[in-house]
Each structure stands twice: as C-alpha cells, then as structure tokens.
C-alpha cells in the first residue's frame, strides 16, 4: 500500500503543479532563473537556490518571512516581466507556491526567517526633504542613480549582482518602475533591508529621521 500524503507534501504538490503551469518558463524547474522564456527577458528572472531575495521586511542578509514571498507574487516587481498574480491566484494557490519557492533553497532548512524590521512613519516636511537631498549625495546615492535619480551616476554602467548579471539602475523618479513599491513605507523599508545580492546596500546603520528624510527626498 501506498502511504497517505502529509499535509506537507500534498501542500508541496500542489505547489509544484501550480509553478509548472504558470512559473516554470521563467524561473526553470528547478528555479535556477534560466527557464525556456528567459533570454527574451531582461532582468533576468530570480535564481531561487542561492535562497537571496531582495524584496524582503527582514534584516539584510536574512531570509524573508512567508508573507515577504507572498506580496512579491501577488504584487509582481513593476519595471521587470514579473506580473501581478493577484487575480490569477487564490490565496491558498499563493501560499503553496510560496511554500514551494522556499523548497528550492536549502537555507530555508537550515536558517529561520529574519524578523520583520519596524516601521514608524514620519510625516514629509521642506525641511526633512532638504535634509533627504543632503544626504543622497553624503552617502554616494548619486554614483549610481545620478544627481538626477535617474539612474546615470558614474557607476550605473559597472554594477553587477550576486549572479553575475548586469544591474539596470532605474530612474526613481519614475514611481511605476521602483520594484519593491514607491509609498513612503516601501521605500523605508528597501533603504532599511537593502536588496540582497545587488550593490543596494541596508542604510539601517543610518539614523531613523534621516532614512526618512531620504524617503521623502526621493518621493519629492
């Protein structure tokens, strides 16, 4: 007789068959990026196994929680081929992919999800704006986004990722095209964890006011 599944791999099942429907031309079976679709593709689809996510609430260098996986799904990543999966899955279809995501990497199987990192708004003001603009050019934004923040500062055409591709810097001026959301929370949160495996680097060790004084800068 053939056991029962567990709830764990009927979950991972389910997953699977949902990725192969819908995933697998981008991200390949194994989700190494290099699916059948992905030379028509720029950026390149993310390569799961290394488990380095950029769009995350944690701490750099961590892993992201469930829920990090699950906006980046539902959401999709503006400026890239990543689409919006909302309306073309369930939430439990999102959840089993998630699951399945994770399942590439065995970091998860060795390493928790990071803690979220906190979010307190600070409301926008002339000051905190001309302070935000102080700052982008103490902490060197502007040799990758450019003075202007449209992404042609000095070493925009240099920069590579933790796969070896070429990074795109994007012009932030343009909210439709920021990946990880353009509100003022999104943008606090990617200067806060950076995005892992690109030269993004977490501005944690930055003060709080300041970062948000860069959130508003940009935002302005």
């Known amino acids: 007789?053939?056991?029962?599944?567990?709830?764990?791999?009927?979950?991972?099942?389910?997953?699977?068959?949902?990725?192969?429907?819908?995933?697998?031309?981008?991200?390949?079976?194994?989700?190494?990026?290099?699916?059948?679709?992905?030379?028509?593709?720029?950026?390149?689809?993310r390569d799961f196994r290394k488990g380095i996510f950029k769009f995350r609430s944690t701490p750099t260098g961590t892993l992201p929680r469930d829920e990090d996986i699950y906006r980046t799904i539902i959401k999709g990543v503006p400026g890239t081929s990543m689409p919006a999966w909302k309306d073309a899955l369930s939430p439990q279809d999102t959840w089993a992919l998630v699951n399945l995501i994770k399942n590439f990497s065995s970091r998860y199987r060795e390493e928790p999800a990071g803690k979220p990192i906190a979010v307190n708004p600070v409301?926008?003001?002339?000051?905190?704006?001309?302070?935000?603009?102080?700052?982008?050019s103490q902490h060197k934004c502007d040799d990758c986004h450019g003075a202007s923040l449209r992404g042609d500062g000095r070493l925009a055409d240099s920069l590579m990722d933790a796969w070896k591709h070429a990074v795109f810097v994007h012009d932030i001026t343009q909210?439709?095209?920021?990946?990880?959301?353009?509100?003022?929370?999104?943008?606090?949160?990617?200067?806060?964890?950076?995005?892992?495996?690109?030269?993004?680097?977490?501005?944690?060790?930055?003060?709080?006011?300041?970062?948000?004084?860069?959130?508003?800068?940009?935002?302005?």
Not at 39 to 44: D, G, M, Q
Not at 123 to 136: D, M, V, Y
Not at 194 to 201: H, I, R
């Open 1 to 45: 007789k053939t056991r029962p599944a567990t709830k764990g791999q009927a979950l991972l099942a389910r997953g699977r068959n949902i990725y192969l429907h819908m995933c697998v031309y981008c991200h390949g079976k194994d989700g190494n990026g290099g699916g059948t679709a992905t030379e028509y593709l720029y950026p390149w689809p």
């Open 123 to 136: 409301p926008a003001s002339p000051k905190l704006i001309q302070r935000g603009k102080e700052l982008f």
């Open 175 to 220: 909210p439709n095209v920021i990946k990880s959301g353009h509100s003022a929370e999104d943008l606090f949160r990617t200067l806060t964890t950076g995005l892992d495996g690109t030269p993004m680097e977490s501005f944690a060790h930055v003060p709080e006011e300041d970062r948000w004084a860069l959130v508003h800068y940009v935002r302005s």
